[in-house]
């Protein structure tokens, strides 16, 4: 997934969880960069019709820019599940997250054909807790268990 | 979330390689699936697609070898092959089945060319040397390019 896509993905989970403008501050804080780079990108994104940036106010996603960072939260919800479901990995979140910006979405396809997901995704996705909302009920009974 | 480089470690350059074993994994049983229950394909697809799950049989072997001097385990194939059965209904006509074939060449080619230039953004040290790493990558992904010619070709001619 491309740098665009990922800040796409944080602006749309931001606003999630804000429920209105995404403040570039919290943008920056959940991808682990500077203000000054979030601020620069999503000038980039912006100027590409994919935000609308007003200062005091924050960032608000257009159609476009909605659509794209939707299929990139799907393409991390597909990762996530991967991870969890066919290499059993414990960390599936912290590995996710690192392995992301290299899985491209047509890996992620391919990927997805060999996991069992829910039609309703991504909208399953908790943005407080950086995980699908399926994927955690799943994990706790999966605990539950042993 | 972050915008680090995702190949900064040996254990994250080993998650990435078994990502790679299980798109060889899916393309090794999906094209041996096709060859040996698919009733439309002539002897020309058959031979085809058996290849193909052979040359992928290989590329998950040599990952593989390169996992293991990284020092971290792979999953077995038969796991794997078992989740492509339960999850895959195969295609019955040629179009589908050579189309399938396409889209898998296509994506192992597009997931080498991503892993080689992150490796090539990173700047850590790895078990396996670099160099040797990335020549085994950069072969796998003309292989993969070459797969996906040879299928293109084949669509053509049956066009």
Known sequence: MNTANQYLKAIYLVQEMENGPASTGAVAELLDVSPASANEMIGKLEGDGLCQHEKYKGVDLTAEGISRARDALQNYCIIERFLFEVLAVEEFRAEARQLEPVIDETVAERLDTIIDREPQCPDCFDPETDVCALLAFELDAEQADL | ?159
Do not use: W
């Not at chain 2, 293991?68 to 295609?91: G, H, N, S």
């Open chain 2, 1 to 159: 979330m972050s915008l680090q480089s995702p190949v900064s470690s040996d254990h994250q350059l080993a998650r990435l390689l078994q990502i790679g074993i299980v798109l060889e994994e899916v393309v090794e049983a999906r094209a041996a699936k096709h060859a040996a229950e698919s009733e439309e394909l002539d002897d020309e697809l058959r031979a085809f697609l058996t290849e193909a799950a052979a040359e992928s049989a290989t590329h998950r072997k040599r990952l593989e070898a390169l996992v293991e001097r990284l020092d971290a385990e792979t999953i077995p194939f038969d796991e794997i092959k078992t989740l492509v059965e339960q999850q895959y209904e195969a295609e019955q006509d040629f179009d589908g089945v050579l189309y399938d074939q396409l889209c898998n060449e296509e994506t192992a080619y597009k997931f080498y060319d991503d892993l080689i230039a992150a490796i090539e953004r990173s700047d850590a040290t790895f078990s396996v040397d670099r160099e040797e790493l990335l020549a085994a990558l950069e072969a796998l992904r003309e292989e993969e390019a070459q797969g996906v010619e040879e299928v293109t070709t084949l669509m053509e001619r049956r066009e």
